[in-house]
């Protein structure tokens, strides 16, 4: 093989093998075109389509795609004047619209399951002197990982996705709904909600679920339970545990394939925290984690002597979450509605604790069981994260645990009430604590750091120039 990708080293052995098996199906009469896709800053998939005869070139040279992609906030706009020098844009490769590369990840191929003849990749990417771009999730998150492993452990984690699934009524699609963003569809329920866990629910959004978990097994991802959720049409979907980066592959896939077939069949999935439905409850993303010890001894978490609690690893490990949690909230709950969740007595942590096997804490210990599930869950992710930015804070923080030897404070026992920190309450709020961390600044890179909070800033603005619904109830006939 010769080419940029051969040129620069950007594929490892197990890559290149993969390749030749993927070139091979390809060149069959079952592959017709093949999206190439990337996570942007928001975990959003976006890529070009390809028809299969193009497929040898980009296994040489990568895919050329613009680099205003990483400057869009989430209406699709961009941020930043990229004509314009000196337009506080961090990364100046990203001025003026220059091609970034994106060089596929043959290992991630799958054939998608709803649309027949088409292929799949994520892709990494790399500026054309071959250099990586420093605000790719996915590289973030992959760096993370190799810092881990270079203190011989991997990360093992498992994710608790909850969404709300809906029939789609009117996907207002005409001209006047267009915009940025434009008008969200009008819905109606599957459930009333609050039958939490019952059969009778689950049976009545069984038609749907029944297809998205068909499109998981054919996507082969790790799904291990399908449940019904407390909220008005609200499920959850379970995963076993993987390790390294590949349960943040495995959301991005998710997400996309269950929005993707729900809207083929009907119906409209939402991975928003909190719609604006009546009596609609929160949705979170639960993510369970541990650390392997890479010389094969086990779980890191767990106590060598098999008593009960954490070991010193994990302890360590979950005084760094503590530690950075507040600061770690603006790449765990991205979005400005995810705030509307952390309520008390609400099984959504509000302030920074933890407990052992307690869901109304921040930080729920799980330590008392066999050994090899000893672990730690973190609940106070939304189901819209960018799953990159998500384990990788995770990882860094507990790095950062790790290297000083940090002890956690004693457990409490009722962590609506207990002494502790609260967790911000608005993405606004969050973002300076993120700006101010030496320990996220020092994992993730400072251009990262910067290019995220530009982002994030520009959609704050964006929202604080708005006038709501609420405002206009409030005042406009009051005053």
């Not at 002197?129 to 420093?134: E, F, H, M």
């Not at 082969?220 to 943040?248: M, N, W």
Request: charged share 20%; proline share 8%; aromatic share 8%.
């Amino acid at each position: 093989m010769s080419g940029f990708i051969a040129a620069h080293g950007l594929w490892s052995g197990a890559q290149a093998d993969a390749a030749r098996g993927v070139s091979d199906q390809i060149a069959g009469d079952t592959v017709e075109t093949v999206r190439l896709s990337f996570p942007d800053l928001h975990g959003l998939l976006r890529g070009k389509v390809l028809v299969a005869d193009a497929m040898p070139g980009v296994f040489e040279d990568g895919c050329a795609i613009t680099s205003t992609l990483l400057l869009k906030d989430t209406a699709h706009r961009t941020v930043a004047p990229i004509f314009a020098a000196g337009a506080g844009i961090g990364d100046p490769d990203l001025q003026g619209g220059r091609d970034m590369v994106m060089v596929p990840d043959p290992l991630t191929f799958r054939m998608l399951p709803w649309a027949p003849g088409t292929g799949w990749m994520l892709c990494d990417l790399y500026y054309t002197d071959g250099r990586p771009v420093p605000s790719a999730p996915r590289r973030l998150a992959q760096d993370a990982m190799a810092r881990l492993a270079a203190q011989g452990f991997e990360y093992v984690s498992g994710l608790e996705v909850e969404f709300h699934l809906m029939r789609l009524a009117d996907p207002r699609l005409m001209p006047e709904d267009a915009g940025q963003p434009g008008t969200p569809p009008d819905v109606t329920l599957l459930h009333q909600g609050y039958a939490y866990l019952t059969e009778q629910r689950f049976d009545r959004i069984e038609p749907i679920v029944e297809i998205l978990r068909r499109e998981c097994v054919a996507l082969d991802l790790p799904l291990h339970s399908l449940e019904i959720e407390f909220g008005p049409s609200q499920c959850e979907f379970v995963f076993k545990p993987r390790r390294g980066i590949a349960p943040a592959d495995d959301m991005i896939l998710f997400r996309n394939m269950v929005k993707q077939v729900s809207r083929r069949h009907g119906y409209h999935a939402t991975f928003m925290c909190r719609p604006q439905l009546p009596d609609a409850m929160s949705s979170g993303w639960h993510l369970h984690q541990s650390l392997a010890c890479r010389d094969g001894s086990g779980n890191a978490f767990a106590r060598a002597d098999g008593a009960p609690g954490l070991s010193d690893i994990g302890r360590f490990f979950l005084a760094g979450l503590l530690d950075a949690a507040a600061a770690s909230t603006a790449l765990t709950t991205p979005t400005i509605n995810g705030y509307k969740r952390y309520r008390a007595n609400s099984l959504a942590p509000d302030r920074i604790a933890w407990g052992e096997d307690n869901r109304g804490a921040l930080l729920r210990v799980l330590a008392r069981g066999a050994p090899g599930a000893t672990r730690i869950e973190n609940r106070v992710g939304e189901p819209a994260a960018n799953p990159y930015l998500y384990l990788a804070s995770q990882v860094v923080a507990g790095l950062a645990g790790i290297a000083a030897g940090a002890e956690p404070p004693p457990a409490v026992d009722t962590p609506y009430a207990a002494e502790a920190p609260l967790l911000p309450t608005s993405l606004e709020a969050a973002l300076p604590l993120l700006d101010a961390s030496t320990v996220l600044r020092d994992g993730f890179g400072d251009a990262f750091i910067d290019h995220f909070l530009l982002i994030k800033r520009a959609e704050v603005a964006r929202y604080n120039a708005t006038v709501t619904d609420w405002e206009q109830r409030e005042y406009f006939d009051l005053f």
